[in-house]
């Protein structure tokens, strides 16, 4: 079965700190992954997917296909990137996006 | 450009009372679409998604139903809501095999 774990439901960092929200899934095939936001009064937006490999204000994430994760790591945490963060997949030919619980990042000055 | 309607944004409804919530999509054609709900803690469940007009395939037994009567709208509904129904329902679409999807706001229900 498909699933998408997130076990950070908070993560609290102060500003300029490094920060991770760890997510691992479950698949048993090629899965596609991704990284949605949602800042505080905005909707649900894409921040990132795995086949792009690229930064998205200063956010990275590596598919670790041995360790089945998809962490999501910047440098240097900044208060506007508090929010809440889920962490997605969807199958080879699906149509389902399965999403985690998500995390809430805060980011303390 | 795509842009995603759904309403209304809020909603208040007593127990054993029908619900329609609906969300239309624009500037696109033949779009997946999608319902979730979304709960502290829990995520985002998905509910139904729509790959056609009439194709409704449902993820969960419950207490809700969804339907497409156009191609560019989605319906979720129920014919007697229940306490357990209350969170925030997302509407979503995305392009066939594009597999990015683009949220609506939202709306929030609440059964008394």
């Known amino acids: 079965a498909q699933r998408v774990t997130q076990p950070e439901k908070l993560l609290s960092v102060f500003k300029g700190a490094p920060v991770e929200l760890k997510c691992n899934y479950s698949?048993?095939?090629?899965?596609?992954l991704f990284w949605y936001v949602q800042y505080s009064r905005q909707r649900l937006q894409l921040l990132l997917r795995h086949i792009s490999r690229e930064s998205i204000k200063g956010f990275t994430a590596d598919l670790n296909k041995g360790e089945t994760s998809f962490h999501l790591k910047k440098p240097f945490a900044q208060e506007e990137d508090s929010a809440m963060y889920y962490c997605a997949l969807i199958g080879t030919g699906g149509f389902k996006t399965i999403f985690g619980a998500g995390t809430r990042l805060f980011v303390k000055a | 450009s795509q842009t995603i309607h759904q309403w209304p944004a809020t909603l208040v409804q007593p127990v054993g009372s029908p619900l329609s919530l609906e969300c239309t999509v624009e500037g696109t054609s033949n779009p997946n679409l999608y319902w979730y709900r979304q709960a502290a803690g829990r995520g985002l469940q998905l509910l139904f998604y729509s790959v056609g007009i009439g194709q409704i395939s449902s993820e969960v037994p419950q207490n809700l139903s969804a339907s497409r009567p156009q191609d560019r709208q989605f319906i979720l509904s129920s014919k007697k809501l229940l306490l357990s129904d209350s969170g925030f329902y997302l509407c979503?679409?995305?392009?066939?095999?594009?597999?990015?999807?683009?949220f609506g706001a939202g709306s929030r229900l609440t059964v008394l």
């Open positions: 979503a679409w995305g392009e066939s095999g594009a597999n990015v999807l683009t």
């Open positions: 698949y048993s095939g090629s899965p596609e």
